[in-house]
């Protein structure tokens, strides 16, 4: 009885797993689909800053393709740093600043990072949960003859610091 118990919450839990996993999969679609319109806007103002455009869209393109939680955090991390950069443009560029296009789309992509960040959060104790529960008795005894194994947590690395600041974008 304590083993049917124990397997359908190891169940329900790895469930959950996957699910956070996709919330934050949802919340950098929209990152992802953001990007190609700031940029754009970007591209009419600061024609010359090829270079920093290029490395936005290869870091989105990488990050897009990036499979599981360590690569995930890896492109994407890779990805708000080119951001980053893009945004810091505007200062440089007083019309694009007053953009009210650019304005908003500097908007939603703040907006976005706040949802990826309490999507992350949201996964990571997920993971917290599942790996514990499988580690504690009685679910250690079968956890791992029935395939349960441990969670990757969606860690950022040594950048951790950079990532959890929200880009500043000021008007």
């Known amino acids: 009885m304590f083993a049917l118990v124990a397997y359908n919450r190891l169940v329900a839990l790895s469930q959950r797993v996957g699910q956070a996993f996709a919330d934050i999969d949802v919340q950098l679609k929209q990152r992802h689909d953001l990007i ?14 090829r270079g920093t455009l290029d490395d936005v869209i290869k870091a989105r393109n990488i990050a897009m393709s990036a499979q599981g939680p360590a690569q995930v955090g890896a492109a994407e991390n890779q990805l708000s740093g080119a951001l ?8 440089a560029y007083p019309d694009l600043k007053a953009n009210a296009n650019f304005q908003q ?3 939603e992509l703040s907006d976005i990072e706040n949802k990826v960040a309490a999507s992350r959060r949201f996964f990571n104790n997920a993971v917290q949960e599942y790996n514990t529960a499988i580690q504690q008795l009685p679910a250690a005894l079968f956890a791992g003859a029935f395939g349960f194994t441990q969670k990757e947590f969606f860690d950022l690395g040594a950048s951790r610091a950079t990532v959890e600041q929200t880009p500043q974008v000021k008007f």
Not at 84 to 91: P, Q, T
């Open 105 to 107: 789309l500097a908007s």
């Open 84 to 91: 980053g950069r893009l945004i810091a443009l505007s200062e």
């Open 36 to 49: 190609p319109n700031l940029v754009e806007t970007v591209k009419g103002y600061a024609a010359h800053e």
